[in-house]
């Protein structure tokens, strides 16, 4: 299991199936009965403590969660920090129910963001990667639909070498919407056009910060 501090308020736990074994866990079991896999996120939550100072005592969680085509799973957990009227009580872990599994070898990777502001950061996190987006894909584009933002990645070139960096970033900022050809066609036709070209680009070049 390693542990490596994103801010003050968000890390990122990479565990194998070493780890899963020994807790008696597997990607379905994790997806589907989160409460048996409250043994596994104690266990970060102490590591984190211990580690690199993560604190969560009386702090809501959320969790994300994907894995690679190697065999491991990657968590985002970040905590959200509020003024205690009662004394705390043990940290509430919340993973997602359902978690869209990232598929790398899809042509097609369609992510949202809660608000523009988040994209912003997004491009601030993968400027400082070796990642290169003009070569991940031949289109990246974002757009407006029902007041969440979509980042269109099409044309993927799957065999990037840096493919599973690029897909590590961008879910500590992002969620995997969809791989579907169907609902990216639903996106162009219904939504907004906010950046048609490389929107990644674009966000680094204006919206650096």
């Known amino acids: 299991m390693k542990i490596e501090k994103l801010t003050e308020n968000k890390i990122r736990v990479i565990v194998n199936s070493e780890d899963l074994k020994n807790n008696n866990l597997d990607y379905q079991t994790i997806m589907e009965k989160p409460i048996e896999s409250q043994k596994l996120f104690l266990e970060m939550l102490l590591k984190a403590e211990k580690e690199v100072g993560f604190y969560t005592e009386g702090c809501k969680l959320l969790v994300e969660a994907f894995s690679s085509s190697d065999g491991l799973f990657v968590f985002t957990i970040t905590k959200y920090v509020e003024k205690a009227t009662t004394p705390p009580s043990k940290p509430k872990v919340k993973p997602k129910k359902k978690v869209k599994q990232v598929n790398p070898k899809s042509t097609t990777s369609i992510y949202q963001f ?3 502001e988040e994209f912003c950061e ?10 290169q987006s003009k070569q991940l894909a031949k289109s990246i584009t974002l757009y407006l639909f029902n007041n969440t933002y979509y980042l269109i990645l099409s044309n993927i070139n799957t065999d990037y070498a840096y493919i599973h960096s690029f ?3 961008i879910s500590e900022f992002a969620s995997l919407a969809s791989h579907s050809e169907t609902f990216k066609m639903k996106l162009l036709e219904h939504g907004k056009a ?9 966000g680094i070049k204006y919206f650096l910060s």
């Not at 997004?122 to 990642?131: M, Y």
């Open 194 to 202: 906010i950046m048609k070209r490389n929107a990644i680009e674009t």
């Open 114 to 116: 809660s608000s523009f």
């Open 167 to 169: 897909y590590s970033t």
């Open 122 to 131: 997004f491009c601030t996190a993968i400027h400082n990667t070796v990642c």
